[in-house]
């Protein structure tokens, strides 16, 4: 079975973009446009890995990390970050 990735961001275009390439490298992809679905995809779907974007204009891509960290189901998935944001 495809080792399966969640992408969470707010920009469509940058979720087809990442689906499409990470899908041709032969992983399973689920996507989310807000953050509070990310996190409930997080916790359902046993995501191997988490690449997200920190600026969402729902909840703050930092308030996922911690919540993803308490949560001692999916505390052990790795989260990888990406945003515009230049600071």
Same mark, same amino acid.
């Given at each position: =079975?495809?080792?399966?990735?969640?992408?969470?961001?707010?920009?469509?275009?940058? !979720?087809?973009?990442?689906?499409?390439? !990470?899908?041709?490298? %032969?992983?399973?992809?689920?996507?989310?446009?807000? %953050?509070?679905? @990310?996190?409930?995809?997080?916790?359902?779907?046993?995501?191997?890995?988490?690449? =997200?974007?920190? =600026?969402?204009?729902? =909840?703050? @891509?930092?308030?996922?990390?911690?919540?993803?960290?308490?949560?001692? !189901?999916?505390?052990?998935?790795?989260?990888?970050?990406?945003?515009?944001?230049?600071?």
């Amino acid at each position: =079975m495809a080792e399966k990735i969640l992408v969470i961001d707010d920009e469509i275009e940058t !979720l087809r973009l990442l689906k499409l390439t !990470l899908e041709r490298e %032969g992983f399973q992809v689920i996507t989310a446009s807000l %953050g509070s679905i @990310g996190l409930e995809q997080a916790q359902s779907r046993n995501a191997d890995l988490i690449i =997200m974007d920190v =600026m969402l204009p729902d =909840m703050d @891509g930092l308030e996922i990390i911690r919540r993803i960290r308490k949560d001692a !189901l999916i505390s052990h998935i790795p989260i990888l970050i990406f945003s515009a944001r230049s600071q």
